[in-house]
């Protein structure tokens, strides 16, 4: 019951797997007699939530409903895959140099894993300064022969790196660098 007297019907549904990796709920609130509805997204936990509608809307019916959630998942995973699109450049890992469209397809297919644990969160316990403005990040291999990693061959010596908000930071290797450890790519 909202303050008004009024009956409000909460559902909830989980939305794509975001680039980012994280799994984002999208929930639409709607209230019978005052005609009301929004629309938010609920936070993941390393991604700030984001409104994205939140001005009153007729009452759909259910059909409509699922379509505008489906909708508005659609458009989630565009921006965040438009994001990387923005932010992604070359990088040169020891003597093995990556495009920006193979940094960009790497943070992409990451998207659609999890492929033999990867993506997954860089800790960045060597202290690396990255060009993005996040603190927490991700790693996917890229792999020298162009193609991109699904998790049946070796995921290689060279990583992208990307930020919580979605942002290319750069690139890592473990070439050259002793013990499980990365040395930071050029970019």
Not at 86 to 111: F, P, V, W
């Amino acid at each position: 019951m909202s303050g008004n007297g009024h009956l409000r019907h909460t559902r909830r549904w989980c939305s794509a797997r975001a680039v980012t990796g994280v799994l984002q709920e999208l929930s639409l609130e709607f209230c019978k007699n005052c005609r009301w509805s929004s629309i938010r997204e609920t936070p993941g936990p390393q991604k700030p939530g984001i409104a994205f509608l939140r001005t009153p809307i007729p009452i759909l019916t259910g059909i409509m409903q699922f379509r505008l959630i489906a909708l508005l998942t659609l458009a989630i995973a565009s921006v965040n895959g438009a994001a990387h699109h923005k932010r992604s450049r070359t990088c040169t890992c020891a003597s093995q140099s990556y495009t920006a469209s193979a940094t960009q397809d790497a943070i992409t297919k990451a998207g659609s894993g999890p492929f033999a644990g990867f993506p997954h969160q860089f800790k960045n316990h060597e202290g690396f300064t990255f060009s993005c403005s996040g603190t927490a990040f991700a790693e996917f291999p890229i792999l020298a022969s162009g193609a991109l990693f699904n998790g049946s061959t070796s995921p290689g010596p060279d990583r992208v790196v990307w930020d919580n908000s979605g942002d290319f930071c750069g690139c890592i290797t473990h070439t050259g660098a002793s013990g499980g450890k990365f040395l930071q790519c050029t970019s």
